[in-house]
């Protein structure tokens, strides 16, 4: 089971928190903002944290876990923001649960999956690699 800290947001609204079956949490804040007289731009959050000393990485040895770690940190976090412009005020809180609840619906089986935390660690690392290549050139 992984541990998972709710990482506080100071300027969005937390909407909900899921907890899924692999032991994660996902929340989803509210970062809408008032653009032009009752237009909103509307912006969903979900965001998953991920402890990397608590991920059970399959086929690989302790000293690897430990480089990946050291590059990546001991937090990973996964964001995707829903962000929807030129919404009436009238709408903007329907518009910010049909965001909320039709992402949830489409990806939680995907987040929920055992090995997500793991692929998106390895993902998370690979990319790091990646882009030290591009610095150090």
Do not use: C
């Amino acid at each position: 089971m992984f541990l998972v800290a709710i990482v506080e947001m100071t300027e969005k609204n937390l909407l909900n928190t899921v907890f899924l079956e692999n032991g994660l949490l996902i929340s989803f804040y509210d970062g809408s903002k008032k653009i032009a007289g009752d237009r909103w731009q509307v912006t969903v959050t979900a965001r998953i944290e991920i402890l990397t000393d608590q991920v059970q990485f399959t086929l690989m040895d302790t000293e690897k876990k430990l480089k990946i770690i050291q590059v990546v940190g001991e937090h990973v976090y996964y964001e995707k923001k829903l962000i929807r412009n030129f919404i009436g005020e009238k709408q903007k809180e329907e518009t910010v649960t049909a965001l909320y609840e039709s992402f949830l619906q489409i990806t939680k089986p995907y987040f929920s999956h055992n090995q997500f935390a793991e692929r998106f660690v390895l993902k998370t690392y690979a990319d790091s690699l990646e882009k030290r290549k591009w610095v150090n050139s």
